[in-house]
């Protein structure tokens, strides 16, 4: 019993001792093995053997000899970040990205498909499981290999019970979606919003790095939202925060249970769109609207310039609304909204300076499609440290 005790007991410990070394390897970038042994001060006996057996594991690896202090060269060990990947995906309602990531968050293989409309939930997942096994293809990998996939949806999440609660689109309504790709893929699976997805991406890579609190807004086939307040996720008493189609901005038309929300089914993409048949018939697939209205305002076009007028006021109206409730540092522009040039973000931030009294810093996103597929990947990286690599 003792004996079983002690041997418990001497894990624990080596298991300690071991996150310590990949935590100076891991905040260093590349360090010796007798500098590891002195900021933890663990002998260097025992550094080199737990560093050996690191190795052996795939976790460390040696890239060279560093500068000499009066003797040898001591060798350099580094992190391996090739030693698990990590997957992301988003579906926006129009297109599937994904991407297969190294432990840095670094991309190594990327893929894209536009679903064909309308894309119901089956539809998704077929995609979703292709573009997986495509991948896996491309960068030599197997599954065993991946700590996890991050998966972007749009509709209202529930994280904890890994179900959709409310997707129209898709016609997710209650679906454990979360399980249903874990058995497919053969992974875990992290699921969240589509656009809290971008929001976390913006957030750690883009615009928002250095701000506490960001709402990131998305004008795409719909409108929503993510909100970040003191450098936290908010997300509502059910997941449901962020969903600002809703807002009663615009016309009331009679809804189903169903159908979009006011603001969006006027505002969103297919809304302007619609507004604009008229004289922007022959506007291609997947072109901006709002770079084509522009264009067309620019040529003196009356119809063009007025309707901008009205959506850059709805949206605003959007805004201001967000920063009397949320007080939030910075909004960040997305979807369509990237698309606004200088003259039109200006005209917003003028009237939100009218409008309300603390008005936020307006930016557009910067990392393009690439924002969810970052926060996808970011958000599996916080699920997984890599201290829990060492369970492995």
């Given at each position: 019993m003792r004996s079983s005790k002690r041997t418990g007991s001497s894990q624990l410990v080596k298991k300690w001792n071991k996150e310590e070394i990949l935590q100076q390897v891991i905040a260093h970038g590349?360090?010796?093995?007798?500098d590891i042994s002195k900021h933890t001060r663990l002998s260097r006996p025992c550094v080199s053997a737990l560093v050996e057996e690191m190795m052996r594991e795939g976790l460390l690896q040696e890239v060279g000899r560093g500068d000499s202090r009066g003797g040898r060269k001591p060798i350099l060990l580094e992190y391996n970040y090739r030693a698990y990947a990590i997957a992301g995906a988003v579906f926006d309602g129009l297109t599937l990205e994904m991407a297969v990531a190294d432990l840095k968050g670094k991309?190594?293989?990327?893929?894209?498909?536009?679903?064909?409309?309308p894309a119901n939930g089956e539809l998704v997942m077929e995609a979703l499981a292709q573009g997986f096994e495509e991948m896996m293809r491309e960068c030599s990998l197997e599954s065993e290999r991946f700590l996890g996939?991050?998966?972007g949806l749009p509709g209202v999440t529930q994280r904890g019970s890994g179900t959709v609660s409310y997707s129209p689109s898709t016609g997710w309504m209650g679906s454990p979606i979360q399980q249903t790709i874990e058995e497919r893929l053969g992974l875990p699976v992290i699921i969240d919003n589509d656009v809290n997805m971008m929001t976390l991406g913006e957030y750690v890579r883009g615009v928002g790095v250095g701000y506490s609190s960001v709402v990131y807004l998305y004008v795409g086939t719909g409108i929503g939202s993510g909100i970040i307040l003191d450098g936290q996720f908010y997300r509502g008493s059910r997941e449901a925060a962020g969903e600002i189609g809703f807002m009663m901005i615009g016309p009331e038309p009679a809804r189903r249970d169903d159908a979009s929300g006011v603001f969006?089914?006027?505002?969103a993409a297919p809304g302007i769109m619609n507004k604009a048949k008229g004289f922007l018939s022959d506007l291609q697939v997947g072109s901006s609207v709002i770079e084509a209205l522009i264009r067309c305002a620019k040529e003196e076009q009356a119809e063009a310039a007025r309707l901008l007028d009205e959506v850059y006021r709805h949206w605003a109206y959007s805004m201001a609304n967000i920063a009397s409730i949320l007080n939030p540092e910075l909004l960040i522009l997305s979807g369509e909204m990237v698309h606004i040039d200088d003259e039109?973000?200006?005209r917003i931030q003028d009237w939100l300076c009218e409008w309300v009294p603390v008005a936020p810093e307006l930016k557009r996103a910067s990392l393009g499609?690439?924002?969810?597929?970052i926060g996808a990947v970011h958000s599996v990286l916080e699920a997984f440290p890599s201290t829990r690599l060492l369970d492995r």
């Open positions: 590349q360090i010796s093995r007798a991309f190594l293989v990327r893929y894209q498909k536009r679903l064909p409309q996939i991050g998966v969006e089914t006027h505002y039109g973000v200006k499609e690439q924002a969810g597929l």
